[in-house]
């Protein structure tokens, strides 16, 4: 059935450390997603985006990884910061289908100072 | 440019009463997407909507919940006669056509009493 996995719920780091969160999905046929970030009381902010028909994609300090053969995509963050302290989640979607969010049940990330 | 708008931000409820939940999309944006989320977990997609239509409701439970986005106003999530089991956080999020990210809202938090 449609799931997002995650295999670690909780994440602490130094600042300044790289972090990575991983995330298993189970729908090989989704080729859309995203990676959020959820702060205490709001509403998750997007943070990256992959479509499948790249492996990599960049943004600032952040970089997803796709890959599709194990069905495994990781969100690595440099030089993390107390400020990106918060609830991580990836979430896939199907082109073409109903463009609903499958979401995982998140990593909580901590930034040690 | 305003981000996507909901109200109440909290809502209390007796049981067995009515809540009415309120989104309104980011501006340009057609498509509105309910998702709930209960403490410590993911968001669990409900429904999806576009003007005066329902594309996908497969994660609304069957009784008591309804939804709509009329041509003019916000998108109202509703729900009658609440449980205890329907307090969460209520999450909408809107996007542009197409397989693009979904922006979401602060949220609601309903409590059930």
């Known amino acids: 059935g449609e799931s997002v996995g995650l295999h670690l719920p909780t994440l602490s780091v130094q600042e300044g450390d790289n972090s990575i969160i991983n995330c298993a999905y189970s729908n090989s046929a989704s080729d859309y997603f995203i990676w959020y970030k959820q702060e205490s009381g709001k509403g998750p902010q997007f943070i990256i985006d992959?479509?499948?028909?790249?492996d990599k994609r960049q943004g600032q300090r952040v970089t997803v990884l796709l890959n599709k053969t194990v069905k495994h995509l990781s969100l690595q963050i440099a030089a993390t910061q107390p400020g990106d302290s918060a609830v991580y989640f990836c979430?896939?979607?199907?082109?073409?289908?109903?463009?609903?969010?499958?979401f995982g049940k998140g990593t909580k990330l901590t930034v040690n100072p | 440019n305003a981000g996507v708008m909901q109200n109440p931000r909290h809502l209390v409820r007796r049981r067995g009463q009515e809540a009415r939940l309120r989104c309104s999309p980011m501006?340009?944006?057609?498509?509105v997407y309910w998702y709930r989320q209960l403490p410590e977990e993911g968001l669990k997609f409900m429904v999806y909507l576009q003007k005066e239509n329902i594309i996908d409701e497969s994660g609304m439970p069957k009784e008591r919940f309804s939804a709509e986005f009329p041509k003019e106003g916000p998108s109202i999530l509703r729900i009658q006669q609440v449980v205890r089991g329907d307090s969460a956080a209520y999450f909408c999020?809107?996007?542009?056509?197409?397989?693009?990210?979904?922006?979401f809202g602060p949220g609601t938090r309903l409590t059930v009493t």
């Open positions: 999020a809107s996007s542009p056509p197409g397989p693009y990210e979904q922006y």
């Open positions: 992959i479509r499948s028909n790249m």
């Open positions: 979430a896939e979607t199907l082109q073409g289908g109903s463009e609903k969010l499958v």
């Open positions: 501006k340009g944006h057609s498509h």
